[in-house]
C-alpha cells in the first residue's frame, strides 16, 4: 500500500512481474488515477507523481478534486444498540461520535 497526500494506491494484484510491470491504482476515490513501474521505486515515484498530476489537472479545470474521504459516515443501527452506545459514551464522558471514533480507531 502506498500512501502520499492523504490519497492510497495499491499495486493490482493481476500485475505480471513476468513482463517487469507492475500497475497500480488509486483506491477509494470516483474518479480513475493509475501508474506502474517495473521496480517499486518506480511504482512509488509513479504514484506521486500521477497524485501530483491529477491534482494540478483539477486545479487547471477549477474543480475540486475527488477526495479519498470526507469524514462523515451515514450510520443505521438499531435503537437498542444506539442506546447502549450512547450510554458507554455518555459514561466515558464522550460524545457518541468520539466514542464511535475511538472504537474504530482502536479496531484498526
Known amino acids: 500500500m502506498l500512501e502520499y497526500k492523504d ?3 495499491m499495486v493490482e494484484p493481476e500485475s505480471d512481474s ?3 510491470v507492475f500497475a497500480g ?3 477509494g476515490l470516483r474518479d480513475v488515477i493509475t501508474f506502474e513501474g ?3 521505486a518506480e511504482v512509488e515515484q509513479a504514484f506521486r507523481a ?3 498530476d491529477y491534482l494540478a489537472f483539477c486545479a487547471q479545470r477549477g474543480e475540486q478534486p475527488d477526495r479519498p474521504y470526507s469524514g462523515k459516515i451515514p450510520l443505521r443501527l438499531d435503537p437498542a444498540l444506539h442506546r447502549r452506545a ?3 459514551a455518555q459514561a466515558e ?3 457518541l461520535n468520539q466514542w464511535i471514533a475511538n ?3 482502536a479496531a484498526g
Open 25 to 27: 491504482r488509486v483506491i
Open 38 to 40: 517495473r521496480s517499486y
Open 50 to 52: 500521477s497524485i501530483d
Open 93 to 95: 464522558g464522550l460524545s
Open 18 to 20: 513476468r513482463d517487469g
Open 86 to 88: 450512547a450510554i458507554r
Open 103 to 105: 472504537r474504530i480507531a
Open 7 to 9: 490519497y492510497v494506491g
